[in-house]
C-alpha cells in the first residue's frame, strides 16, 4: 500500500555506425557538456577543476492550458506539471538571454505551475539566479526545487568533479539560497549519488539543515533502490527525480516501486526524450553541435540512423493522440500523468509557444485501454541506442539503469565505517 498519498530512452538495440559524425568527444569534454542533462559535469574522481528546434503545433492540437490542476508529490502540493530549467541555459540551441529566461518563468507561473526544477549545475548557477530572480515575490507560492552535489569555483564557475561531503553540501546550500533570493530551499536533492560518501553522511548533512530552516524537503536524483532506502531510514525522501519517458523506462523496475512502497513522490526529468517525442526532430533535423549537446556530444539516440529507427516511436504517440486531438508530446506526458497520481513531470523549454503546448498536456486523458496500448506497442518497438553515452550513464547509481539492480547490494554509495 502506498503511503502518504494524496530542463528522456527502454529495449536497446545496437547501432550501425552509416552516418558520417566527427570524431567523439574525450572523455572529460562528454562530461562537461552533458553535465546539465545527465548531472554529469565532470568525473568523480577528477582533482581538478575542467577548463530546439519544433514546428508549430499541427493543427486541431490544443496548445491553451494551464496546469492549475494540484498533485501531491510527496509531502508537496504543486502543479500537475513542473518547468524544468536546465533549457534556459543552452542545451538544445542557444542560451536565452538573461531577461528572456526570467519572462519565461514568469509566463509559466502565470499560467499556473508552480513547480520550478533547477540546480547549482545549469550554467553552473545561471539556471538559479534567473529562477531566483522571475519567483523573488512569489516565493510564498511556488516550489523551487535545485541540487547540490559538484564543487563548482564561485569565480570562475569551473566544475571540480562530483563532492557531497557534509561541508561541501552546506556551501553549496548557502549558494543556492543567495541565488534563489530565499530563506528556505523547499526542495534541495542530490544530483547524483557521490561514489565517495556515504548516503548516511549526506542525508544527514541535508537533515541538519533542515532543522535550522534553510532547506525544507530532501532529494535523490538518479538514484536506485538501494540508494533510496539507505537515505529514507536517516531522513525522508520526498522526492527522487530521474530520466523517464516513453522511450526510457528504468526507473520501473525498482525505483517506482520503491516510491511507491515508501510514500515518495516522483519527477520525471527529460519527459520528452530530448525533444525526440514531440515528433519535430525527424532524421532530417539538423543539430548544430555549436549549440546542441546531442549533436557535440554524439547521444547515441540521435544519430541519423538511430532517429529513422526510431520514428515509429513517434508515429504510435502520433496515432494515440489523434484519438485526442493532441500532439506526440502531449500523450507523452499524459502518458506519464496517467501512470501514478505522485508522478510530476518537469517538461523544459525555451518558448512560449511550446511551454502552451506542454501544459495542454494537462487537459488529455489517457484511459486504461490507452495505456495499456501504449505500453505494449512501444515494448514491441524497441529503442535504438543508449539514452545517453557510457560516460555519463556511469555516473547514475545501480539501478537507476536499465540492465542494472541494487536489489541486495548498497548502490554506488560506500557503506558507513562501522562504529568502533
Known amino acids: 500500500m502506498r503511503k502518504n498519498t494524496e530542463e528522456r530512452p527502454a529495449i536497446q538495440a545496437p547501432l550501425k555506425a552509416t552516418d558520417q559524425r566527427r570524431p567523439g568527444p574525450s572523455r572529460r569534454e562528454v562530461l562537461v557538456g552533458a553535465g546539465g542533462i545527465a548531472g554529469a559535469a565532470i568525473l568523480a574522481n577528477m582533482t581538478g577543476c575542467a577548463t530546439s528546434t519544433r514546428s508549430p503545433s499541427p493543427q486541431g492540437v490544443e496548445t491553451s492550458a494551464d496546469a ?38 514568469r509566463a509559466a507561473y502565470d499560467r499556473g505551475v508552480t513547480l520550478f526544477d533547477t540546480a547549482e549545475l545549469y550554467g553552473p548557477f545561471f539556471s538559479e539566479e534567473v529562477v531566483g530572480e522571475a519567483l523573488a515575490d512569489l516565493r510564498q507560492r511556488v516550489t523551487i526545487a535545485t541540487k547540490f552535489g559538484y564543487e563548482i569555483d564561485p569565480v570562475t564557475r569551473q566544475v571540480c568533479g562530483l563532492n557531497s561531503r557534509p561541508a561541501q553540501i552546506r556551501r553549496s546550500a548557502e549558494g543556492s539560497l543567495r541565488r534563489l533570493r530565499a530563506e528556505t530551499i523547499e526542495l534541495f536533492y542530490q544530483h547524483r ?62 525505483v517506482l516501486p520503491v516510491c511507491e512502497e515508501l510514500g515518495i513522490g516522483f519527477s520525471p526529468w527529460s519527459p520528452l526524450g530530448p525533444g525526440f517525442l514531440t515528433g519535430t526532430v525527424t532524421e532530417a533535423t539538423p543539430l548544430d553541435a555549436s549549440t ?11 544519430t541519423v540512423e538511430a532517429r529513422r529507427a526510431n520514428r515509429p516511436i513517434v508515429e504510435l504517440l502520433r496515432r494515440i493522440g489523434d484519438r485526442h486531438q493532441a500532439s506526440p508530446g502531449q500523450v507523452s506526458l499524459a502518458w506519464l500523468l496517467a501512470k501514478k497520481p505522485w508522478v510530476v513531470p518537469i517538461p523544459g523549454t525555451t518558448s512560449l509557444k511550446h511551454l502552451d503546448e506542454n501544459l495542454g498536456a494537462t487537459r488529455v486523458r489517457l484511459d486504461a485501454e490507452d495505456v495499456r496500448e501504449l505500453d505494449a506497442a512501444a515494448a514491441r518497438l524497441g529503442v535504438v541506442g543508449a539514452r545517453f553515452p557510457p560516460e555519463v550513464l556511469s555516473l547514475s547509481d545501480t539501478g537507476a539503469v536499465l540492465g542494472t539492480s541494487s536489489l541486495g547490494g548498497h548502490g554506488k554509495s560506500p557503506l558507513p ?4
Open 68 to 105: 492549475r490542476a494540484v498533485r501531491s508529490l510527496g509531502p508537496l502540493k504543486v502543479s500537475a506539471l513542473g518547468l524544468g530549467c536546465m533549457n534556459l541555459t543552452g542545451t538544445y540551441g542557444p542560451r536565452l538571454e538573461r531577461a528572456q529566461a526570467v519572462a519565461l518563468i
Open 417 to 420: 565505517e562501522p562504529a568502533r
Open 193 to 254: 549519488v557521490d561514489p565517495a560518501v556515504p548516503i548516511e553522511d549526506v542525508a544527514g548533512a541535508v537533515q541538519d539543515l533542515i532543522r535550522e530552516g534553510k532547506v525544507r524537503h530532501f532529494g535523490l536524483s538518479e538514484a536506485g533502490a538501494a540508494t533510496i532506502r539507505r537515505a529514507h531510514a536517516v531522513q525522508p525522501v520526498a522526492v527522487v527525480t530521474n530520466e523517464y519517458s516513453v522511450w526510457t523506462r528504468d526507473p520501473e523496475h525498482e
Open 292 to 302: 546542441d549537446i546531442r549533436a557535440r556530444y554524439n547521444f547515441p539516440r540521435f
